[in-house]
């Protein structure tokens, strides 16, 4: 019958081609209604399947060597057979995959594959450690790197999407397994290596949803920044998409709460928002809308303050890593950043006064005297853009706090640079 629906597509005059096109839809349609029959068949148990009927259903596909075909009986076979069937028949049924016809969208039914068993296990949990028997993701991985070989002039949007079906078929059922997390955006970076940036919005639709999982599935951007790849994916991004997922990197910490708290962890972070942080490659400056620029800004800003540690020396390592990273962004950004660095390092001077013990000698680590000399350099910086209105208020605030520390000196070069702030550029 498969045979017959292949063949009619060549049979008879053109002018009855509307007519032999309907005939063959009905063909079609009987033919998947025979293996949803076969597999109701109360004898066609798992073994049966296994050694007699999927053999010979997938020698059929191979051989009729007909796209649309192939694309219909595959897709039958997925839809119409068990879950549990295709779990325990999974590397006989990937090992079709790369034998079908190279216009056959693969992509889809291979996607639809991981996705049903995806669910099988996140609805059944007590089969997960089948999925570990059989090696599901390890075969899964393989055959996807065999299609993409076995179709080289496939879109990359194809074989992101197929990346994207991997990824969320190993965080629902290898969630704890960041080893395979990395190993597909690694996949996908060798797949995109030698490339510049992705301009097909399609493909980069399917990276920002490739780069999402990760951070609605773990909730924590800590957990990604364990991911080596991670970053290697993003450099593939233009730099709007860039500054895209910073922001959707911001609003996943501010919507969980995320405390980032040692400075290595800082300085991946920032990397990954960078597009946010400076100008990136290429970026004109009339790109930017200045309504969107504030509100990206503000993220940042809103950002500085959800990084803490309770130790001050992690914690002044901490600001030195903002503060540097800051620095670099451009005279634009310097006013949303540099206030809230300024208070957050003015909170912790104010943890450090309260402590008992000495806190301003020369070994101590962490000082009010140390951090005081970190915001004169910040603030020093942001009387350059120039914004002296701004630049005199945090002088004044951080001299009102020397003050209170008994740090005299330091307190006196803080009001003495506001007064010639004042004079020179406020009262002129």
Known sequence: MNKLWVRMQHLGPAREKEKRGKERNELRDLVGKNLHVLSQIEGVDLDMYKETVLPRILEQVVNCKDDLAQFYLMDCIIQVFPDEYHLQTLETLLNAFPQLQPSVDIKTVLSQLMDRLSNYAASSPEVLPEFLQVEAFAKFSNAIGKVIEAQPDMPVVGAVTLYVSLLTFTLRVHPDRLDYVDQVLGACVKKLSGKAKLEDSRATKQIVALLSAPLEKYSNIVTALELSNYPRVMDY????????????????????????????????????????????????????????????????????????NDEPEEMLKILCTVQKHILQGGPKRLTFTVPSLVFSALKLVRRLQSQDGDVTGEDVPA??????????????????????????????????????????????????????????????
């Open 237 to 308: 991004l233009d730099n709007a998409t860039t500054k895209v997922m910073a922001v959707v990197i911001i609003q996943s910490i501010m919507k969980n709460t995320t405390c980032i708290s040692t400075s290595d962890k800082i300085e991946a972070l920032f990397d990954l928002i960078k597009g946010l942080i400076k100008d990136m490659d290429g970026a004109q400056d009339d790109e930017l809308d200045e309504e969107d620029f504030k509100e990206e800004q503000n993220s940042v800003a809103r950002l500085i303050h959800m990084l803490h």
């Open 367 to 428: 000082t009010p005297k140390k951090i005081f000399q970190i915001l004169h350099q910040t603030i020093d910086a942001l009387s350059c853009v120039p914004s002296p209105e701004l630049a005199l208020r945090l002088y004044l605030h951080c001299a009102e706090a020397a003050n209170d520390c008994d740090l005299e000196p330091v307190a006196y070069e803080f009001f003495t640079q506001a007064f010639i702030l004042y004079e020179e550029e406020i009262a002129v």
